[in-house]
């Protein structure tokens, strides 16, 4: 089992950043392709950046291109979301995830987090 931990949540205005973190335990983490993803309410999960097990590639929704980051510490058991430029339509409950490899898809991963709420005020 691998168990995670997303903190750093919270409201925000519009054009403001946050850091997303999640940490890690239970099993060896740098096995693992990690992943953020988020849901809205009355929508579907959809997936938002993904990391390589090593770091070495990343994917992002077109959505969050150039605005989020996502970067992993495998000696902390650690993989951080930076969010610059927040918009309201970023407003969503935000889960880390892990998995074999690395996805966009949502079924593709294993270990889920609890989430955390990020509200974009306008």
């Known amino acids: 089992q691998l168990q995670l931990v997303e903190s750093g949540g919270g409201l925000v205005q519009a054009g403001d950043s946050l850091s997303l973190s999640c940490a890690a335990s239970?099993?060896?983490?740098?096995?693992?392709?990690l992943g953020w993803f988020r849901q809205a309410p009355g929508k579907e999960r959809e997936f938002v950046a993904a990391i390589t097990w090593n770091g070495f590639s990343t994917k992002y929704v077109d959505s969050v291109k150039g605005r989020f980051t996502i970067s992993r510490d495998n000696a902390k058991n650690a993989v951080d979301l930076q969010m610059n430029g927040l918009k309201p339509e970023d407003t969503a409950i935000y889960y880390c995830?892990?998995?074999?490899?690395?996805?966009?898809?949502?079924?593709?991963?294993?270990?889920w987090g609890q989430g955390t709420q990020v509200t974009v005020s306008s």
């Open positions: 995830a892990a998995g074999p490899f690395t996805s966009t898809r949502t079924g593709d991963y294993i270990y």
């Open positions: 239970g099993r060896t983490f740098d096995h693992y392709g």
